[in-house]
């Protein structure tokens, strides 16, 4: 934890997310009736917090709980112990606050499938309460940014990839300005052109929109180029929360070049981002 971490309070204004003691465990039962069902710990009493205006990252490996994390400050999950507020307000008891606050943008990002990229980023806006003139040159202009022509525009979302339609969440999360977006994974999946696409808009998302970024990716280059901190998450438990140039002294030996941060991140944990932790019980 950090000095500003030991300070700050759930109620203080430039702290975007507080998360304290939180955990959440999953039962798996197996298919066979003999065999006893297995608990998984997703997240292990996990205190930390974001402060406005941050792009804070989540590392971990898969199976890490960075989902789950992401999962219960979008409200779609209750945690079993501990608390989390977004600016203030409690997940659980005061979600209908908390939904108005947040954007998430993740693989199963929900929309009219039938229905254009236009119609679902208007029908978006306008819930947002955005309106008037400007709406559709907006729209054209950030998909553009994005790569989506403006052929393309009115095609429906069923004929995208998977990669366009990820690619259109993030275009709804920039024109919606939600306060905290949560990207669960964002540039899984894409090309590297576009990831540095989806990247430069991260950044002006912030820049011009005061939103703070919660960043969940296993990708090591996105994170320390696009990161002010990381929070590394192993099986469920935080070992580190830093910058990335903090996280990378932290694994220094005397005598040995920098590490990188795929090395800290090993350091930290003791295997690499790559291993495959799914479905172990914490
Ligand atoms: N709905 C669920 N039911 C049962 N177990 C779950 C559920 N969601 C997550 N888990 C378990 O919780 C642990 C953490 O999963 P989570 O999806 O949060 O990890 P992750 O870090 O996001 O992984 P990935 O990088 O693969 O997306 C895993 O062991 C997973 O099997």
Not at 113 to 140: C, T
Not at 266 to 275: F, K, N
Request: aromatic share 4%.
């Amino acid at each position: 934890m950090t000095m500003l971490e030991s300070l700050a309070s759930p109620a203080d204004p430039t702290i975007a997310v507080w998360v304290e003691g939180l955990t959440k465990r999953f039962v798996h039962r197996s298919l066979l009736r003999r065999s006893e069902p297995q608990v998984v710990t997703a997240l292990e009493n996990l205190t930390f917090s974001v402060e406005r205006g941050e792009i804070f990252g989540i590392l971990g490996a898969n199976g890490s709980g960075k989902s789950t994390l992401i999962r219960v400050l979008s409200t779609l999950l209750i945690p079993d112990r501990g608390t989390a507020r977004v600016f203030g307000c409690d997940v659980v008891r005061e979600a209908g606050q908390v939904k108005r606050l947040i954007n998430r943008v993740s693989v199963e990002a929900s929309f009219f499938k039938r229905l254009s990229a236009m119609e679902n980023l208007l029908y978006a806006s306008r819930l947002y309460g955005r309106h008037g003139r400007g709406l559709r040159a907006d729209i054209v202009a950030t998909l553009g940014r994005l790569g989506i022509g403006a052929d393309q525009i009115d095609q429906p979302l069923e004929e995208f990839s998977r990669g366009m339609q990820q690619k259109v969440a993030i275009a709804r999360a920039f024109l919606t300005s939600p306060i905290l977006l949560l990207l669960d994974e964002p540039t899984t999946g894409l090309d590297p052109r576009s990831k540095r696409d989806v990247q430069a808009l991260v950044h002006q998302l912030r820049a011009e929109h005061d939103a703070t970024i919660l960043l969940c990716t296993h990708d090591l280059d996105e994170a320390e180029a696009l990161c002010d901190r990381i929070a590394i998450l192993d099986r469920g438990r935080l070992v580190a929360v830093d910058t990335p140039e903090r996280l990378k002294a932290m694994a220094a030996r005397p005598g040995a070049s920098s590490p990188s941060l795929e090395e800290a991140f090993l350091a930290l944990t003791g295997h690499a981002l790559e291993a495959e932790l799914a479905g172990k019980p914490g």
